[in-house]
């Protein structure tokens, strides 16, 4: 059974750093975890999920939608089937349920079309 378990997150003042971390178990020979896009996503209330950033895992193809880039890092460590999201010069309006999800990797970019596997959230809070 696939598994994503996030680490990570927390409180801090706005101008400071988190780092989360999403820890994927359950993949196999016949459903590699090479063949998965990892894209973290964030919510707050009455609002829509936002997706912020994603990675292939096998070629380690980034995407960051504008309000991460410059801010936000995405890695993957796939010896440990691991992917992380540094964020520094977080911003209240940072503030959220951040959740990461897995799918299947496309040819046309970093994020897949289709996620199955999502992590439980981890909430982020900036104070100002």
């Known amino acids: 059974e696939v598994q994503l378990v996030q680490s990570g997150g927390g409180l801090v003042q706005a101008g400071g750093s988190l780092r989360l971390s999403c820890a994927a178990s359950g993949f196999n020979s016949d459903d590699p975890f090479d063949d998965y896009a990892i894209e973290w996503f964030r919510q707050t209330p009455g609002k829509e999920r936002e997706g912020i950033s994603c990675?292939?895992?096998?070629?380690?193809?980034?995407y960051y939608k504008n309000s991460a880039k410059g801010r936000f890092t995405i890695s993957r460590d796939n010896a440990k089937n691991a992917v992380y999201l540094q964020m520094n010069s977080l911003k209240p309006e940072d503030t959220a349920v951040y959740y990461c999800?897995?799918?299947?990797?496309?040819?046309?970019?970093?994020?897949?079309?289709?996620?199955?596997?999502w992590g439980q959230g981890t909430q982020v809070t900036v104070s100002s």
């Open positions: 990675i292939s895992i096998a070629e380690g193809l980034t």
């Open positions: 999800a897995a799918g299947i990797a496309t040819l046309a970019g970093p994020c897949s079309g289709k996620y199955d596997y």
